[in-house]
């Protein structure tokens, strides 16, 4: 029996309940996202329960929660087009779950009254909402299964437009308010998450990341903005694959913008977003030039030393690619290094990649441009130069959008790869991908 539970008495309007910690938290994710549908509710009773809690006996559990006070069940049950469909379910706060948040401390008890008014115009979760919501609960999951919670990691988690510095530059009419989806603050970075299901015209995007751009110039911490792209599925709650629309949004965002200082930009795949979300909400700070450095740096190392011994690795000294492709921007190029066999060479021109970073993409095409521009047309082709776009590991670089049209050899590879040793199959190793067309890569070698 476990004793960290709260104990309420039946009181003539509801049946008595306990309510533990957990289900404490889920009441507060109630409050801030309003409404939350069954499916979420239920998937958050098998989070953290570890998975002994599902089907029936979170269904059975609910139902008590209703006949306490705690919950009110929402459902839907208007067919549309005349075609049948399942019964559209979802939760809201009910009276007393309302009472026993103002006993939390979460608001005073002077505003229970209006809180329970305004329960009542609570809707069932649209498409869009249930795509926030489905997203926040799998960004919890990576924490669970972690042992972190928004507590340990310090991170305030909140609808848009109920954020301190959205909230003040609205009233202020500073500039043209941009409300993102939800925020996720840490104590070093603020996290605007915006769900993109398509509908809107690159043009809009790009209105909004200008908008961004001057929130971030009003904001004392660093804003990272990350479009999630695509709806989750309301039949299997699988997410589509939206690869083109992410490579829109990234080849949109052209370099050479003025970029406030410390504003992020990531799009990904709805189905790849809460891991890079749970990545930077868990990270201290941006990764930096250093570090990139550093990461390519140690790719060569491994290479090296995992590598058949006829081929070498090395930071390279050629003066004529150090004067062409060496160029003090942000998109500069990491390291160069200089590959060779017995029979044949080549440049490789490296760059650490982030997964989902619109800043990775923008370097990656700027440097396709300087190979391709400056370089091979200068050195009339005598040596060839390849992009290699290194990432952290294996999952980053098979998953990350990066729709480059490969007017120069692009070659993709990662640190996990490069770091194992040999195989027994005989395939020496370090093995890679190479961007065949912007959609499709195929395998090759390095040279």
Same mark, same amino acid.
């Given at each position: 029996?476990?004793?960290?539970?709260?104990?309420?008495?039946?009181?003539?309007?509801?049946n008595?309940?306990?309510?533990?910690?957990?289900?404490?938290?889920?009441?507060?994710?109630?409050?801030?996202?309003?409404?939350?549908?069954?499916?979420?509710?239920?998937?958050?009773?098998?989070?953290?329960?570890?998975g002994?809690?599902?089907?029936?006996?979170v269904?059975?559990?609910?139902?008590?929660?209703?006949?306490?006070?705690?919950l009110?069940?929402?459902?839907d049950?208007?067919?549309?087009?005349?075609?049948?469909?399942?019964?559209?379910y979802?939760?809201?706060?009910?009276?007393?779950?309302?009472?026993?948040?103002a006993?939390?401390?979460?608001?005073?008890?002077?505003?229970?009254?209006?809180?329970?008014?305004?329960?009542?115009?609570?809707?069932?979760?649209?498409?869009?909402?249930?795509?926030?919501?489905?997203?926040?609960?799998?960004?919890?999951?990576?924490?669970?299964?972690?042992?972190?919670?928004?507590?340990?990691?310090?991170?305030?988690?909140?609808?848009?437009?109920?954020?301190?510095?959205?909230?003040s530059?609205?009233?202020?009419?500073?500039?043209?308010?941009?409300?993102?989806d939800?925020?996720?603050?840490?104590?070093?970075?603020?996290?605007?998450?915006?769900?993109?299901?398509?509908?809107?015209?690159?043009?809009?995007?790009?209105?909004?990341?200008?908008?961004?751009?001057?929130?971030?110039?009003?904001?004392?911490?660093?804003?990272?903005?990350?479009?999630?792209?695509?709806?989750?599925?309301?039949?299997?709650?699988?997410s589509?694959?939206?690869?083109?629309?992410?490579?829109?949004?990234?080849?949109?965002?052209?370099?050479?913008?003025?970029?406030?200082?410390?504003?992020e930009?990531?799009?990904?795949p709805?189905?790849?977003?809460?891991?890079?979300?749970?990545?930077?909400?868990?990270?201290?700070?941006?990764?930096?030039?250093?570090q990139?450095?550093?990461?390519?740096?140690?790719?060569?190392?491994?290479?090296?030393?995992?590598?058949?011994?006829e081929?070498?690795?090395?930071?390279?000294?050629?003066?004529?690619?150090?004067?062409?492709?060496?160029? @003090? #921007?942000?998109?500069?190029?990491d /390291?160069?290094?200089?590959?060779? =066999?017995?029979?044949? +060479?080549?440049? &490789?021109?490296? %760059?650490?990649?982030?997964?989902?970073?619109?800043?990775?993409?923008?370097?990656?095409?700027?440097?396709?441009?300087?190979?391709?521009?400056?370089?091979?047309?200068?050195?009339?082709?005598?040596?060839?130069?390849?992009?290699?776009?290194?990432?952290?590991?294996?999952?980053?670089?098979?998953?990350?959008?990066?729709?480059?049209?490969?007017?120069?050899?692009?070659?993709?590879?990662?640190?996990?790869?490069?770091?194992?040793?040999?195989? @027994? #199959?005989?395939?020496?190793?370090? /093995?890679?991908?190479?961007?065949? =067309?912007?959609?499709? +890569?195929?395998? &090759?070698?390095? %040279?």
């Open positions: 029996m476990r004793t960290d539970v709260l104990k309420l008495k039946e009181d003539g309007r509801f008595g309940v306990h309510l533990t910690p957990e289900e404490l938290e889920l009441l507060q994710h109630l409050h801030e996202f309003k409404s939350i549908h069954a499916r979420n509710v239920h998937k958050y009773y098998e989070i953290t329960s570890d002994k809690r599902k089907g029936n006996m269904t059975n559990r609910l139902a008590k929660l209703v006949a306490s006070g705690i009110f069940q929402m459902n049950k208007e067919p549309k087009r005349e075609v049948f469909r399942p019964v559209n979802a939760y809201r706060l009910g009276v007393r779950g309302i009472e026993v948040l006993n939390q401390g979460l608001f005073s008890h002077e505003e229970i009254e209006s809180k329970k008014k305004y329960s009542y115009l609570v809707n069932i979760p649209t498409l869009h909402n249930m795509a926030i919501n489905s997203l926040f609960m799998e960004v919890y999951r990576l924490m669970w299964e972690r042992g972190e919670s928004f507590e340990s990691l310090n991170v305030r988690s909140n609808r848009g437009e109920n954020h301190a510095l959205i909230d530059i609205s009233r202020g009419r500073e500039l043209q308010p941009i409300i993102p939800w925020i996720y603050e840490t104590e070093r970075r603020i996290i605007c998450l915006e769900v993109d299901s398509g509908s809107q015209t690159l043009g809009t995007i790009e209105n909004k990341i200008a908008r961004y751009n001057l929130l971030a110039n009003k904001s004392q911490k660093p804003i990272t903005v990350f479009f999630s792209v695509g709806l989750v599925n309301g039949v299997d709650g699988e589509r694959s939206r690869d083109r629309r992410v490579a829109s949004i990234k080849e949109t965002l052209k370099e050479g913008g003025e970029w406030a200082e410390g504003l930009i990531f799009a990904a709805s189905n790849r977003a809460p891991k890079i979300l749970h990545k930077l909400i868990s990270r201290q700070s941006a990764v930096g030039r250093l990139m450095k550093n990461k390519t740096n140690q790719w060569i190392m491994h290479a090296n030393k995992n590598s058949p011994a081929f070498t690795f090395s930071i390279s000294q050629n003066d004529l690619v150090l004067q062409k492709l060496i160029v @003090e #921007d942000r998109y500069d190029l /390291l160069l290094v200089e590959i060779r =066999t017995f029979e044949d +060479r080549k440049i &490789g021109v490296l %760059l650490f990649m982030e997964e989902g970073s619109v800043l990775s993409y923008q370097r990656a095409r700027a440097n396709v441009k300087r190979i391709v521009t400056q370089l091979n047309e200068a050195m009339n082709a005598r040596l060839k130069t390849s992009l290699f776009l290194i990432y952290e590991n294996t999952e980053a670089a098979a998953n990350d959008v990066v729709a480059l049209n490969p007017k120069c050899e692009i070659i993709i590879s990662n640190l996990d790869e490069v770091k194992a040793p040999t195989r @027994e #199959d005989g395939v020496y190793r370090p /093995l890679v991908t190479k961007v065949a =067309t912007p959609f499709t +890569r195929s395998e &090759g070698n390095i %040279l």
